[in-house]
């Protein structure tokens, strides 16, 4: 997501939120994660 352009970007958070499709994110954005999560699962040390 980050070379995305900002109105992009809200597009793709947008049908993801609409959709609701099964995906694995892997993302370092906070907000976006908190966002898009319906579960979260921590993997490493």
Known sequence: MNSL???TR???E??????KPTILLCEHDV???E???ARKVA???
């Open 5 to 7: 352009d900002v109105f």
């Open 10 to 12: 809200m597009q793709v």
């Open 14 to 19: 947008d049908l993801l939120r609409r959709k």
């Open 31 to 33: 907000r976006l994660r």
């Open 35 to 37: 966002d898009m999560a």
């Open 43 to 45: 993997v490493g040390d």
